[in-house]
């Protein structure tokens, strides 16, 4: 065999053993989330710690967590490139989906935090009006948006597909309630105290996972109740309740 042949079929092997074993390909990143699932990311590729916020706008606990928590784990970590950020926008409540097409259409337009803010702050209103869409779309006129461009966008179909995607990740993750967070690959279930979710950040940081405080609220989980149901059941205990009373 010449000698260009020899080379030929050495770069050949080199080449097989290269895809069989996967060598050069990075490996994927802790806790790393279905592209087509995000609602906003920020921050540093390179970033140590890699934070997955799962999040409901109609949420009354997120809403909490971003009144007290968003603006340290934003300007503390995510801005000095301790941390990355990811949020994943769900859909389980009335609201939800416009909700998270507002946030989405004003991050195209570069105002993703005020529209998100604005959605947790303005909670209690907005998810209870008849037209929830319009609620929104006056809120994105209040921002300066190009009103025009937001509609085209809040109109998209694709708000319900990439959130199909993002229901399709709370299977992966495990995640059963909001907000919950995952943390270089692990779940964590928060309460909405910014210090309990510092001491998890530092923990990461520190190299000392293991040390990272429990949630100090019970696992929630995902469920819709039956209010007529339920108020069947309560009439019936208190009936009951009512006859054992009067017996004794």
Not at 9 to 20: E, F, I, N, V
Not at 68 to 90: C, E, F, H, M, N
Not at 103 to 111: L, M, P, V
Not at 114 to 119: N, R
Request: hydrophobic share 40%; net charge positive.
């Amino acid at each position: 065999m010449s000698t260009t042949k020899k080379n030929i079929a050495r770069a050949a092997m080199a080449l097989a053993l290269t895809a069989c074993s996967g060598a050069g390909s990075a490996p994927p990143a802790q806790g790393d989330i279905d592209a087509k699932a995000i609602g906003h990311r920020e921050g540093v590729a390179t970033a140590p710690i890699r934070v997955v916020y799962f999040d409901d706008y109609v949420c009354d606990d997120c809403a909490r967590f971003n009144k007290d928590a968003i603006d340290p784990l934003r300007r503390d970590w995510v801005a000095k490139g301790r941390a990355q950020l990811t949020v994943v926008d769900l859909a389980w409540k009335r609201g939800s989906v416009a909700g998270a097409a507002a946030a989405w259409c004003a991050d195209e337009q570069g105002q993703y935090w005020p529209m998100h803010t604005m959605l947790f702050e303005r909670q209690e209103v907005w998810k209870r009006t008849t037209d929830i869409p319009a609620a929104l779309a006056a809120y994105a006129a209040e921002l300066k948006l190009d009103t025009a461009k937001y509609n085209r966008c809040a109109a998209s179909t694709s708000h319900r597909q990439r959130l199909d995607i993002a229901e399709e990740q709370t299977r992966h993750f495990a995640v059963r309630g909001t907000p919950a967070f995952v943390v270089n690959g692990k779940l964590f279930y928060g309460s909405q105290q910014w210090p309990w979710f510092e001491k998890v950040l530092l923990a990461y940081e520190s190299g000392h996972p293991e040390a990272a405080p429990p949630p100090p609220l019970k696992i929630p989980t995902k469920s819709v109740v039956d209010s007529e149901k339920l108020k069947r059941l309560q009439d019936s205990i208190a009936r009951v309740t009512g006859k054992i009373s009067e017996k004794s």
